[in-house]
């Protein structure tokens, strides 16, 4: 309609500074107009006439655009204030806060694993694969050979220093040297064990090595019970096969009754025995006395993790013992055969005090404790089945008091890491319960994990498509520059046309962000705190100070998006309505995270069964899906926003100028995407905790598939053909849209980061202000366990009281 | 009858407060029951209500949103604000106070 469109244009001439209010004013006038000519219309007049009826009764153009003018002017001004503070503020903000937060994930990130590098495997190398992977960190790796020695060592412990720690050929290299020293052989022995017996797999190989040691070893100690043991132990477990529940009544299944039999022999043979004598524990802190402390580990640390690793060996044959024996007894008691299952129960308990005599504070003290309760309860069904119930609720009580040490014990640990920085208190915790047969701490601790994992994969979340957004916007504007492009669309950075600018630019993110790891942070994470309070302070310093200069810098990069957009002179929406925003935030903030946080509660998750070491990569995969998801929709609702709210003035998008990311290629590409995580994520699921949970190609398949969807989003997004209503469209989203969108997001993510902080503190809160701690200050690394020694001494005088045996010379 | 410029022009706002108050409602249809009304008697040009209207909603006394006419047409709504009642509330008291005063003086006079 050409009369309109002249007079329209007459009437809103003056509103042009103000395109989005011309084009909203210009679309009202229009309507109006459209509805008195068809009513003309429709009492009998032309078509021609009818418009030029529209018109006349509408007004003189002239005086009618004054008026307009007029009516609008305090409305303009305000918008066009609105403008410039968004043009000048928004870009700057959303790049400040993007900032902060990245670097406060990046610190925290940071923090994390460097701390747990040193907690459990100090090889920084290997440090990010094993959290993604959830491998198992044994504590047997923590005192490795490639620790340097100290310096001015003799002979002998130069030799002693370079062995490689648990190994059979350090083992055999120590027997060569010295063939009748009893530490090495006890120590040859325990590797053989280990290496060669194979213990708790199927299809377990004795080998002749192993025989011809444990012969060797009991012609050198006779009292030694260690070689019984460990001959009993690997006889036993390579002739059942153990479950993992730990439960009692589940049935043993026995595969070679006259193995089990002649280990259960073993057994009653052992705990006829003084002492059980390993020298593990010595020969391993020999071993770390002679080696310096790894570099940028702390020197609290190292010894605790001495410490813990002193008694892998031990705790591996307590766990297996005690996991067949008291089945088995069980079993027997079922049998009739009471006799029977009280005495093997009987030796077994005094194997456990045998180690518990010797046992310092930590994993020995620990495991000691499990396994008696273990022999405890086992003693109350078989008491139970021969129906001498006072006897049976004695041993329950016995039991009972046994656990309240063991709970005692773990409460040590976790006040003992409490000493030490947040998080590495945080980890010891994790890790040193794991398997804690305690469901209130169990719980807790797990709620503890899950706070620090999914903090963790949050901060990955937030650092990786951001940073990996920043330097695709580079390179795919280098793209489109080198195609001079002219349809009005100018991205980020586009004046900077000469490839080596662009290049500097990508380089400068990790450079500059190298050099502040490795001159800031990387020195001062290795800082030995002298207390809790001093490493307190260094981190809030690094808190403070690095996003300080990192924003500094954000801002004058930010200045200067800012000043590319304020010289053009393109329509732009002002903002696409409150309702639209609160949908576009349902659909694809708050529903997904809703969604996730029923299936962390409601459905069974790995994390919460098998703790952290072995759920990490599984979260991480979570977290994957979930953004894509979320970011999916939230580019479909934001785009759909957008286009209703240019359709509002009559701003048609065609089908190819408009972004739809849930429909067409990119929708089939996104689920396509979807349910190929979906499936690895099904196919690699693997409930058992001995297992790494997600195979590394799994992960790195994941990971490619949601990054490929990415970049093939954001390219067709700069692809988009650009003029007119989808030049406002993309100019809306990018100027508008986009900062609030992630300023959402990041407040969102940091609302949620802090939420999760403050679960894992109640979480901790809650196991140290449990109300069993009876020797809490005694049963401290540092009194080197002497109250659970003690305790163990009582026990073992109870039991030579009670089997009138003699006490020990 | 037309009616004296300067005499319809203080009425304007206080007509479309009326009838933006007595239901959601449109520049074209507001113009359609002013003339049914009053029989066309005030003869407006028709685009001179939206100035009144983008004043209006300036100054907050109404407030407007583009959605669908049943007819399926887009139409840019207006709706009255609270603040734009109590302004309708006054304007309407000031004019019956006005007109009682005119009544007043010129019933006077004629008596």
């Known amino acids: ?809 | 009858m037309k009616f004296d410029k300067e005499l319809t022009k203080g009425s304007t706002a206080l007509i479309v407060l009326q009838l933006v108050q007595e239901g959601e409602t449109y520049g074209y249809e507001i113009v359609k029951v002013v003339n049914e009304r009053t029989n066309g008697r005030f003869e407006w040009k028709e685009g001179t209500l939206y100035p009144c209207l983008h004043r209006m909603e300036g100054a907050g006394l109404l407030a407007a949103h583009w959605r669908d006419a049943p007819t399926g047409k887009k139409r840019k709504y207006y709706r009255i604000t609270r603040k734009g009642r109590t302004e309708l509330s006054r304007r309407t008291a000031e004019w019956h106070e006005f007109s009682t005063a005119v009544d007043a003086v010129l019933m006077g006079a004629m008596s």
């Open chain 1, 1 to 809: 309609m050409p009369q309109f469109d002249d007079y329209i244009s007459a009437v809103t001439r003056r509103l042009r500074p103000d395109a989005e209010l011309q084009m909203d004013i210009a679309h009202e006038l229009r309507t109006h107009l459209e509805d008195t000519a068809e009513a003309a219309h429709a009492g009998g007049m032309d078509e021609d006439a009818s418009q030029s009826e529209a018109v006349r009764a509408f007004g003189d153009a002239d005086e009618l655009a004054d008026k307009l003018f007029e009516a609008n002017r305090r409305r303009m001004r305000l918008r066009a204030v609105l403008k410039w503070a968004a043009r000048v503020t928004l870009m700057p903000a959303v790049l400040l806060v993007t900032m902060l937060v990245l670097t406060l994930a990046a610190v925290d990130l940071a923090t994390t694993l460097a701390l747990y590098d040193h907690a459990f495997s100090y090889s920084r190398r290997s440090i990010l694969p094993r959290l993604l992977w959830g491998s198992h960190c044994p504590a047997d790796s923590l005192i490795e050979s490639h620790t340097p020695p100290r310096s001015g060592l003799t002979e002998d412990e130069l030799f002693f220093a370079e062995q490689e720690d648990w190994s059979v050929e350090s083992g055999e290299a120590l027997v060569a040297r010295s063939p009748t020293t009893p530490r090495y052989h006890a120590y040859y022995t325990l590797m053989l064990y280990f290496h060669e017996v194979d213990v708790g797999q199927e299809g377990a190989d004795w080998t002749s090595h192993f025989q011809a040691a444990i012969a060797r070893g009991k012609e050198l100690e006779p009292e030694n019970a260690l070689y019984d043991i460990l001959e009993a132990t690997a006889l036993i477990s390579s002739s059942a096969t153990v479950p993992y529940e730990s439960d009692l009544v589940t049935d043993l299944e026995i595969t070679d009754r006259d193995a089990f039999a002649r280990g259960i022999a073993g057994l009653r043979r052992a705990a006829q025995k003084d002492a059980v004598r390993t020298y593990a524990g010595d020969l391993r802190q020999e071993r770390s006395n002679v080696r310096r402390t790894p570099d940028g580990l702390a020197e609290q640390t190292w010894t605790l993790l001495r410490a813990y690793g002193r008694y892998a060996s031990e705790v591996m044959i307590l766990y297996h013992l005690s996991r067949a024996t008291p089945r088995y007894a069980v079993t027997l008691a079922g049998e009739g055969e009471i006799a029977e299952a009280l005495e093997l129960l009987d030796a077994v308990e005094r194997i456990c005090i045998m180690f518990g005599v010797q046992s310092d504070m930590g994993v020995m003290s620990r495991t000691v404790q499990q396994s008696l309760i273990r022999v405890l309860a086992g003693r109350a069904l078989v008491l139970e089945e021969a129906g001498r119930t006072d006897a049976a609720a004695a041993a329950r009580e016995a039991a009972a008091a046994e656990h309240a040490t063991l709970r005692a014990i773990v409460q040590a640990w976790i006040r003992h890491g409490d000493q030490f920085t947040t998080h590495s208190s945080k980890l010891l915790l994790i890790f040193g319960s794991q398997r804690f047969d305690d469901p209130v701490l169990i719980a807790e601790t797990r709620r503890a994990e899950l706070s620090v994992a999914l903090r963790t994969a949050l901060s990955l979340v937030l650092l990786a498509p951001l940073l990996g957004a920043l330097v695709l916007s580079v390179l795919s504007t280098r793209y489109l520059a080198s195609r001079r492009r002219s349809d009005g669309w100018t991205p980020f950075f586009s004046s900077w046309r000469r490839p080596p600018r662009a290049v500097l630019w990508v380089l400068a993110v990790p450079v500059v962000g190298g050099l502040i790891w490795f001159c800031v942070l990387a020195p001062l994470l290795e800082f030995s705190p002298i207390s809790r309070h001093g490493w307190q302070a260094v981190q809030l310093a690094l808190l403070i100070s690095v996003p300080i200069g990192i924003a500094a810098l954000s801002v004058l990069v930010a200045a200067r998006v800012s000043l590319r957009y304020a010289q053009e002179d393109r329509a732009l929406l002002l903002f696409i309505g409150w309702k639209r925003l609160a949908r576009i935030m349902l659909w694809s903030v708050a529903a997904p995270a809703a969604a996730y946080a029923v299936w962390l509660c409601v459905l069974p998750n790995p994390l919460l069964q098998y703790g952290l070491p072995h759920s990490f990569g599984r979260l991480a995969f979570d977290v994957a899906l979930l953004s894509i998801v979320s970011g999916g929709t939230l580019l479909h609702q934001a785009c759909r926003a957008i286009r209703e709210r240019l359709a509002d003035f009559g701003e048609e998008l065609p089908a190819d100028r408009y972004f739809r990311p849930l429909h067409g290629r990119w929708g089939v590409a996104r689920t396509v995407v979807v349910l190929a995580i979906a499936t690895l994520y099904i196919a690699t699921w693997t409930p058992t905790p001995d297992l790494t949970v997600l195979p590394p190609a799994s992960l790195a398949a994941a990971g490619a598939l949601v990054a490929g969807w990415s970049l093939y989003t954001l390219w067709q997004f700069l692809r988009l053909r650009s003029d007119g209503a989808a030049s406002r469209f993309r100019g809306t989203f990018v100027r508008s849209l986009l900062p609030i969108l992630i300023v959402w997001l990041l407040a969102a993510g940091a609302v949620v980061h802090t939420t999760l902080r403050w679960t894992e503190r109640r979480a901790i809160g809650a196991i140290n202000q449990s109300d069993y701690r009876p020797f809490e200050d005694e049963l401290s690394l540092d009194s080197g366990g002497a109250a659970f020694r003690e305790h163990h001494r009582e026990l073992d005088r109870r039991w030579r009281e009670e089997h009138q045996a003699p006490e020990p010379e």
